[in-house]
């Protein structure tokens, strides 16, 4: 699986950030900017996705995210993986929030 792939620290403010994490995950912290589609929702939810930008996909470490940025250009889709997922985002000192009210982190 060859897809192209980009450094937390190097996705532009203004992205297209998609988070295939499951709900609990995705409430621990997440970025200000994503938006949150479960990867086993993806297929259901495709028309949800802009096709005309790029879309950033991001996961817990990048494994998840992957597969979801691969399925996106297989249907003709322009998707970047984020590599190192949310823990690369967490380390490189992004932004993060929380839906729970807590401090935000990545589960």
Do not use: K
Not at 57 to 70: I, L, P, T
Not at 72 to 93: K, P, T, Y
């Amino acid at each position: 699986m060859n897809v192209p792939e980009i450094e937390a620290r190097e996705v532009p403010a203004d992205a297209y950030l998609l988070d295939v994490r499951e709900q609990d995950e995705w409430v621990a912290g997440h970025a200000p900017e994503a938006v949150h589609i479960p990867l086993g929702q993806l297929q259901a939810r495709v028309e949800e996705v802009p096709a005309d930008q790029t879309v950033y996909v991001v996961c817990r470490v990048g494994g998840r995210s992957a597969q979801a940025a691969a399925w996106l250009n297989h249907i003709g889709r322009d998707a970047i993986n984020v590599g190192g997922g949310m823990q690369s985002w967490e380390f490189a000192g992004r932004a993060m929030v929380s839906e729970s009210g807590g401090p935000a982190f990545v589960a």
